[in-house]
C-alpha cells in the first residue's frame, strides 16, 4: 500500500470513527433550584432533530438518578432506560431527590419531605428543562412511587406533554401495605400491629414506634411518618381522573410489588390511557423467564442485564408514533 492510499485509509478510518462518536447521545449535568440549594440530575439527548424529553421521576426510598439505592438495589433501571430511550431518539432527564445524592444541599432533611414537595421539585424540574432543550412541553415518566408523584403534578402543570406510569400502584398506600405485609405468611405474628398503625397514618395520626413490634420500627420510622401519612391521603386512581392528557400505563406481569390489577385500576380511571402489560417483566424492568422469587429478586442488584426491551418499544410506540 502506497503512502497516499494509507493516507486515505486513515482519513476515511477516521472520519468514520468521528461520525459515529458524533451519533452517540451526548450526556451531561443539568441541575434546578430547590428549597435551600440546587437539585441535580442527568440528562441525556440524542444527536439531532428536536427529541421529546422525558422527567424520569424515581421511586421510593433513598433511590438515587440511576435507579438504585443504598439499600441493596444496584438494577440501574434508570440509566439503563435513559441509553435505551436515547437510542430511540427520546431524550431524558433523570434526578436525584431533594436531600440525597447529588441534591443532598437542597433541604437539611431528606425524610421531611411530602408527595407536595416532590411535585414542587418536578415544577422545577420542567422549567429548567424546557429552557435547556427548547422542547414546548415534558412528558413526566414516574416509576413506582415516581407515578403518584407524576400524577399529583400533571393537576397543576397545564403545558405538560402527558404521563408515563411505570409499575404505578392504582389503590392508597396504605392499601397496597395492608396487602403486601398480608400476603406474607411470615408476618402473622406483627401483622395486628401493622394494620393498626396503618389505619393511624391514614387518618393523619403518628404512631409511637416504641409500642411496635421490632420487626416494623424501620418500616414506620418517625422521621418517615410525616411522608407515609403524605402518600396515604392520594388514592391514585382518583388522581389520575382528573387528568385529560396522554396517558401510558406499562405494568409488568412478575412484578413482585405492584400489581396488573394496579394498572387496570388506572386504566379504569382513564379509559382513554394506554395500557400495556409486559410478560416476564418485573418492578425493576428486567426480564424475568420463571416465576422463581430467587431468580426474580436476583434482578435488582444486577446493572449487567438489560432493561426489558418491551419497556422502550412501548414508549417509544406512544411517544413517536412513526416508530415501529
Known amino acids: 500500500m502506497n503512502f497516499l492510499m494509507q493516507q486515505a485509509l486513515s482519513i476515511a478510518c477516521?472520519?468514520?470513527?468521528?461520525?459515529?462518536?458524533?451519533?452517540?447521545?451526548?450526556?451531561?449535568?443539568?441541575?434546578?433550584?430547590?428549597?435551600?440549594?440546587?437539585?441535580?440530575g442527568t440528562l441525556l439527548a440524542p444527536v439531532g432533530a428536536r427529541a421529546p424529553v422525558a422527567l424520569i421521576i424515581p421511586g421510593s426510598g433513598p433511590t438515587d438518578r440511576d435507579g438504585n439505592n443504598p439499600l441493596g438495589i444496584r438494577a440501574a433501571t434508570y440509566r439503563l432506560l435513559a441509553a435505551d430511550l436515547a437510542r430511540r431518539g427520546i431524550s431524558s432527564v433523570r434526578i436525584d431527590k431533594r436531600g440525597m445524592f447529588g441534591s443532598a444541599a437542597a433541604t437539611a432533611d431528606a425524610n421531611a419531605v411530602t408527595i407536595a414537595d416532590y411535585v414542587t421539585d418536578v415544577h422545577a424540574w420542567i422549567q429548567v428543562i424546557r429552557e435547556r432543550t427548547g422542547t414546548a412541553c415534558v412528558w413526566l415518566l414516574g416509576h413506582s412511587e415516581g407515578a403518584l408523584v407524576a400524577m399529583v403534578a400533571a393537576r397543576t402543570q397545564p403545558d405538560l406533554c402527558g404521563l408515563i406510569l411505570v409499575s404505578g400502584a392504582g389503590r392508597p398506600?396504605?392499601?397496597?401495605?395492608?396487602?403486601?405485609?398480608?400476603?406474607?405468611?411470615?408476618?402473622?405474628?406483627v401483622l395486628p400491629a401493622a394494620l393498626r398503625a396503618i389505619d393511624a397514618l391514614e387518618a393523619g395520626q403518628t404512631v409511637d414506634t416504641a409500642q411496635l413490634p421490632p420487626p416494623l420500627r424501620g418500616l414506620f420510622a418517625a422521621p418517615v411518618q410525616g411522608f407515609l401519612i403524605s402518600a396515604c391521603?392520594?388514592?391514585?386512581?382518583?388522581?389520575?381522573?382528573?387528568?385529560?392528557?396522554?396517558?401510558?400505563?406499562?405494568?409488568?406481569?412478575?412484578?413482585?410489588?405492584?400489581?396488573?390489577?394496579?394498572?387496570?385500576?388506572?386504566?379504569?380511571?382513564?379509559?382513554?390511557?394506554?395500557?400495556?402489560?409486559?410478560p416476564e417483566v418485573n418492578h425493576v424492568l428486567?426480564?424475568?423467564?420463571?416465576?422463581?422469587?430467587?431468580?426474580?429478586?436476583?434482578?435488582?442488584?444486577?446493572?449487567?442485564?438489560?432493561?426489558?426491551?418491551?419497556?422502550?418499544?412501548?414508549?417509544?410506540?406512544?411517544?413517536?408514533?412513526?416508530?415501529?
Not at 477516521?14 to 441535580?40: D, K, N, R, Y
Not at 395492608?178 to 405468611?185: D, F, G, V
Open 14 to 40: 477516521a472520519g468514520a470513527i468521528t461520525a459515529g462518536a458524533a451519533a452517540l447521545p451526548v450526556e451531561s449535568p443539568i441541575e434546578a433550584a430547590g428549597p435551600s440549594g440546587a437539585l441535580h
Open 173 to 189: 398506600l396504605g392499601e397496597v401495605l395492608r396487602a403486601q405485609l398480608s400476603a406474607n405468611p411470615a408476618n402473622a405474628s
Open 286 to 324: 428486567k426480564l424475568v423467564p420463571t416465576d422463581d422469587i430467587g431468580s426474580n429478586v436476583a434482578t435488582y442488584s444486577d446493572p449487567a442485564l438489560p432493561i426489558a426491551p418491551g419497556v422502550g418499544d412501548a414508549i417509544a410506540r406512544f411517544l413517536l408514533p412513526a416508530a415501529p
Open 233 to 278: 391521603s392520594h388514592d391514585p386512581a382518583q388522581v389520575l381522573s382528573g387528568i385529560n392528557k396522554p396517558v401510558l400505563i406499562i405494568q409488568g406481569q412478575r412484578d413482585l410489588q405492584v400489581q396488573e390489577a394496579d394498572a387496570r385500576l388506572l386504566q379504569q380511571a382513564d379509559p382513554k390511557a394506554t395500557l400495556v402489560l409486559l
